[in-house]
């Protein structure tokens, strides 16, 4: 990073053969949309920047092609109200949720990356995942406990 800096655009590729398949996984975790998250990619080797992410409406499949259709559509749909109830989450609070349960990041990496205490990523996913599941079983129309 220091090289491209200092002017060495040539470096430039080998960060971005590097991280880029990382990137395009976390983004895609954070939007739910392929396009957007190239975008996403592109723009963070081209050091700009991006105040929101655009939430894309459809879900992602999640039922086995095994299964009966009448399960499958429940399935597809308790999926779309997963996505729907972590798009409704604070920034702060759906980033810690992905970094942990979609990118599998160890607590320590996810400190490091935040710039906080363990302990701090330890609450924080605590409150995003109790937050979570207050949405999706709001959506779903269920009382909360």
Request: charged residues 30%; proline residues 4%.
């Amino acid at each position: 990073m220091r090289q491209v800096r200092d002017g060495e655009v040539n470096r430039l590729e080998v960060l971005f053969d590097r991280h880029q398949r990382a990137l395009l996984h976390y983004f895609l975790h954070l939007t739910g949309n392929r396009a957007a998250s190239e975008d996403l990619v592109q723009e963070a080797f081209l050091g700009r920047r991006k105040n929101e992410v655009a939430w894309a409406a459809e879900a992602p499949e999640a039922a086995s092609p095994d299964a009966a259709p009448d399960r499958l559509m429940e399935e597809k749909q308790e999926t779309a109200l997963l996505r729907q109830a972590l798009a409704e989450l604070p920034p702060e609070k759906r980033e810690v949720l992905v970094m942990s349960r979609f990118l599998d990041l160890k607590y320590e990496e996810i400190a490091a990356a935040l710039q906080c205490e363990v302990g701090t990523v330890k609450v924080r996913v605590y409150r995003a995942l109790h937050e979570l599941g207050d949405r999706f079983f709001a959506l779903r129309g269920e009382p909360l406990s």
